[in-house]
């Protein structure tokens, strides 16, 4: 059974930074996207960024390049996000996702696995 556990949100002051990480258990990734997605109050769910876990390719929304970076230690079996410069409007629920096949790696209706989200908060 695929698990998926996101930690490393909390609150932090803007301009600061926080790293999160997704620990993937149950069976071989190699062959899977991971994808990080955030949800705010009252808004719908956004894809923020995506790797491949075999090959490291990566993959970023527009407004989060430059910004935020995502990564995996295959040894861990750990994916993260390393998020700078954050923003008040970065304030969401952030969720890591596996999936594998074809398509967008944006579309969060393509993901089989998720995780159950971490709350990261940003203070102006």
């Known amino acids: 059974q695929v698990q998926l556990v996101e930690s490393g949100g909390g609150l932090v002051q803007a301009g600061g930074s926080l790293r999160l990480s997704c620990a993937a258990s149950g069976r071989t990734f190699s062959s899977y996207v991971m994808g990080w997605f955030r949800q705010a109050p009252g808004k719908e769910r956004e894809f923020v960024a995506a790797?491949?876990?075999?090959?490291?390719?990566?993959y970023y929304a527009d407004s989060m390049k430059g910004r935020f970076t995502v990564s995996r230690d295959n040894a861990k079996n750990t994916v993260y996000l390393q998020m700078n410069s954050l923003k008040p409007e970065d304030t969401a629920v952030y969720f890591c996702?596996?999936?594998?096949?074809?398509?967008?790696?944006?579309?969060?209706?393509?993901?089989?696995?998720w995780g159950q989200g971490t709350q990261v908060t940003v203070s102006s």
């Open positions: 790797i491949h876990w075999s090959g490291g390719t990566t």
């Open positions: 996702a596996a999936r594998t096949g074809f398509g967008s790696w944006s579309l969060s209706r393509l993901y089989n696995y």
